[in-house]
């Protein structure tokens, strides 16, 4: 059984491509270029289920069409429109992983978000908050932006630059942001 802890999300099944059950998946995270998984995992009415693929094809760069194992028609693929896609974090080698290593920014979705209290840092010890998890990223202009949301479920949009980034930690998928507090409370 697959448990959530061994799976982050990558995106979602948007359409059905053809009569023969392929599916269009569109990406959030790049993670599927950079692992080695033959399975993809569904979350099905909270179950998360493997599903072994037989090909794909890219369809730009945020998107691919699959062929999954036993899916055969259209009308088998079309039970799947809507699902979550996840990925396992086995098939991924992230030890060494920065944001450079990224091939997109938007890879960064579902990582949870710590900032820089530079009140309460040492010289010793790196003190941060919690800014909550990224759920979204604009970067279709110069100026990424990071929609974050925190636990109330407020949304705040915070910039993004590398000079900002202090550590990024794909195994905990999270990352600390060194950022002046004037663009963390622009939006308040």
Known sequence: ????????????ITRTHGVKGELEVQFTDDAFDRGDAE?????????FVPFFFTEYRYKGSQSA????????????ARRLVGLKVFYPFAALDEEDMDADDL???????GYHVYAVDEEE??????????????THVDDSSM?????????????????FHQDFLVELDAKDRSLILDIPMELITLND
């Open 1 to 12: 059984m697959i448990r959530q802890e061994e799976v982050f999300k990558i995106g979602q």
């Open 65 to 76: 069409l699959f062929t999954f194992e036993d899916i055969e028609s259209e009308v088998d």
């Open 103 to 109: 091939h997109s920014l938007k890879a960064l979705t």
């Open 39 to 47: 399975y993809l995992v569904l979350e099905i009415d909270g179950i």
């Open 121 to 134: 840092s040492t010289e010793d010890e790196l003190a941060t908050y919690d800014l909550g998890e990224i």
């Open 143 to 159: 100026n990424v932006l990071f929609t974050i949301t925190d636990d109330d479920g407020d949304e705040r949009l915070v910039p």
